[in-house]
């Protein structure tokens, strides 16, 4: 164990003016008063939100809307059986609302990570 | 069909209605109760709220009699009306939520602070509510007449009568719970049969329906209307219902019960989840129909398969009391979602048209409560009187124009308001007219003239396809011309829109 050295002696002269201040405003004002910064963070929170949504409107959109054209482009899939069971049948009557509900789960969750990045981005400050 | 049983069930399904409304009424004191439960509705009991108000007599009836007659193609109603949930949970969920606003009436006061957006927008929630109406108060008629041989117009009488004190009574705190329930009792009612039915159909050996023989039955892109142009009729159908869904006043009603954008979005996904596991069961009523009934007695409409099917799979008794068992749960099917659109309608009408109107009258003696209850009674007086003059054009078919009109005049309108800073005024109110008259139209023609063939009956009878991208076009167009009625507070709104109730911002 070395011994401990006092901390050398500081003459204080004046306050340090040339500083930079600490911003106490928070960043809600921000928003609250649409300043750019405000602006900046709004349309990051509003861009990231849109792009969750059409990734998962685009899913929909290619996996249940590109059924009826399948259907019209191989009609050999019109007549499938799986088992005793037609295969569009068992996609359009069963299928469908699991998926469904794993998309609005996946949504739900991803949505609600992008506020809470939102919010501690504003929070912290 | 044994008519004591099902006069039994209707009774018991109508005097719980009743009575757990006269319970809400003890509940129910301030104006806030009244209109939107005092925003303290919790998730689950919200989304069974929801569940019950969604399932129409077009989910109970309907689509087992379009599965019936039309085959495979028809399994897209369900599916749009499930999708429906998950488009408006990834677009508009939680900013409606956060809007504040009660009704699309307020959410377009709101976003786009105009008194003549807002009363347009009234207007067409009243338009649609009354549309979406019509089937309900029809098929009480129908299930009405084949339980118990009552003449056509009794069941939807009975229904608007009952309507009317729950909503009158207790608004929207006791609708809540009545609809929660419901919920369950629709599930119950339309499984419980099923598995009955199944289980006797797998006794006779599981046989498949000699239609199945059919590919116009069992195959894809056939039966869609029966109009011709299968993939087109099958695309507007899935746009209709995925896009009107967040239009339609029942359901935006209900958004405003959930205290926070966040809880809102998690109530949308409990009803996804609650829809599926109602949607697989109708479409099995359809399919069993064309092994036991391949041919229904003359004159009885096909939207009475469900209740027809019991009698004919089990002879005797028990075909009899899950015959009851199911009109009973139809009925509990009319009676919530036709309260949900008489209090959203009602809360319409009261606000933008009643409330100045009856303030003069009676030298402002009227509460706000009272003319609820009046504006509850015209609410549904409307329609009831339409359904008694026009032919029924089948329950799902006119429950699917209704859609057609929402998603052509609020979809882009909640879309565009909630996510494009640029929309303006008079791009909003442009989007709504030219949406709203064309879908409007094609769904007049359509009533009106009964189906016509060729490519016009498909635009006609499915007008959703050209009418969503023209309104949508429209409302752009027009905003992109008039940037100098973008409303001043855009950015204020947006904020309020979009961010996440846990930061401390100033909310107004």
């Known amino acids: 164990m070395t011994e401990q050295q006092p901390p050398p002696r500081v003459r204080v002269t004046s306050t340090r003016r040339n500083a930079a201040t600490r911003d106490l405003r928070p960043l809600t004002r921000d928003l609250d008063e649409q300043s750019n910064l405000g602006e900046v963070y709004m349309s990051g929170l509003m861009s990231a939100q849109l792009r969750l949504s059409l990734l998962v409107l685009g899913f929909g959109a290619v996996g249940l809307g590109g059924l009826p054209l399948l259907f019209l482009l191989v009609p050999a899939t019109r007549s499938l059986e799986l088992g005793r069971v037609p295969l569009p049948w068992l996609v359009l009557a069963v299928v469908v609302y699991p998926v469904a509900l794993v998309v609005a789960r996946y949504y739900v969750r991803q949505s609600e990570r992008i506020e809470k990045e939102f919010s501690d981005a504003v929070g912290r400050r | 069909m044994n008519t004591a049983y099902g006069i039994t069930a209707i009774t018991v399904i109508c005097t719980v209605t009743l009575v757990i409304g006269a319970f809400g009424l003890r509940l129910s004191r301030t104006t806030?109760?009244?209109?939107?439960?005092?925003?303290?509705?919790?998730?689950?009991?919200?989304?069974?709220?929801?569940?019950?108000?969604?399932?129409?007599?077009?989910?109970?009836?309907?689509?087992?009699?379009?599965?019936?007659?039309?085959?495979?193609?028809?399994?897209?109603?369900?599916v749009g009306y499930t999708v429906g949930y998950v488009v408006l949970l990834v677009l508009v969920a939680a900013p409606l939520r956060r809007s504040g606003a009660y009704t699309v009436a307020d959410f377009a006061e709101a976003r786009l602070e105009s008194t003549a957006v807002r009363r347009l927008a009234s207007v067409l929630v009243v338009g649609i509510g009354w549309l979406y109406l019509l089937p309900q108060l029809q098929g009480a008629g129908l299930a009405l007449r084949t339980v118990t041989g009552a003449p056509g117009w009794v069941g939807g009488l009975v229904v608007a009568v009952v309507v009317v004190a729950n909503v009158a009574a207790g608004g929207m705190r006791s609708i809540t719970l009545v609809q929660a329930v419901q919920y369950w009792v629709k599930l119950t009612a339309i499984a419980v049969p099923a598995f009955v039915l199944l289980w006797a159909w797998t006794g006779d050996g599981s046989p498949a329906p000699e239609i199945a023989s059919s590919t116009q039955w069992k195959e894809p892109l056939n039966g869609?209307?029966?109009?011709?142009?299968?993939?087109?009729?099958?695309?507007?159908?899935?746009?209709?219902?995925?896009?009107?869904?967040?239009?339609?006043?029942?359901?935006?009603?209900?958004?405003?019960?959930?205290?926070?954008?966040?809880?809102?979005?998690?109530?949308?996904?409990?009803?996804v989840a609650l829809l599926g596991a109602f949607y697989l069961f109708p479409p099995l009523y359809g399919v069993l129909g064309q092994v036991y009934l391949p041919s229904l007695p003359t004159g009885a409409a096909a939207d009475s398969l469900v209740l027809r099917l019991p009698a004919a799979v089990l002879p005797g008794g028990p075909g009899e009391l899950l015959s009851a068992v199911l009109a009973g749960g139809a009925f509990a099917a009319f009676l919530s979602t036709t309260s949900g659109l008489t209090i959203s309608v009602a809360g319409v009408i009261e606000q933008d048209l009643l409330r100045g109107r009856l303030a003069r009258v009676t030298g402002d003696d009227a509460t706000v409560v009272q003319g609820f209850r009046i504006a509850a009674l015209l609410a549904i007086v409307v329609p009831y009187a339409v359904s008694r003059l026009i032919e029924p054009v089948g329950l799902a078919t006119m429950v699917s124009l209704a859609f057609a009109v929402a998603a052509s005049t609020f979809c882009p309108l909640l879309v565009l308001g909630a996510w494009w800073r640029r929309l303006s005024t008079v791009g909003a109110a442009a989007g709504l007219l030219v949406g709203g008259t064309l879908a409007a139209s094609a769904v007049g023609i359509t009533v009106l003239a009964g189906p016509l063939h060729g490519w016009p009956g498909a635009l006609l009878g499915q007008p959703a396809a050209w009418t969503i991208p023209i309104a949508f076009t429209t409302a752009i167009l027009v905003s992109l011309a008039t940037p100098g009625r973008v409303p001043p507070h855009t950015a204020r709104t947006?904020?309020?829109?979009?961010?996440?109730?846990?930061?401390?911002?100033?909310?107004?």
């Open chain 2, 224 to 271: 869609l209307a029966g109009q011709g142009h299968p993939v087109y009729a099958t695309y507007s159908l899935l746009l209709a219902l995925a896009l009107g869904t967040m239009g339609l006043p029942h359901v935006l009603v209900r958004f405003y019960t959930n205290p926070d954008g966040r809880a809102a979005r998690r109530t949308i996904v409990t009803v």
């Open chain 2, 494 to 508: 947006m904020v309020r829109l979009h961010t996440p109730e846990d930061l401390a911002l100033d909310r107004e």
């Open chain 2, 32 to 78: 806030s109760d009244f209109y939107v439960a005092s925003r303290t509705v919790s998730a689950g009991r919200n989304a069974s709220a929801i569940g019950g108000e969604y399932l129409s007599a077009a989910s109970f009836l309907g689509i087992a009699a379009l599965v019936y007659t039309n085959g495979l193609d028809m399994l897209w109603f369900p």
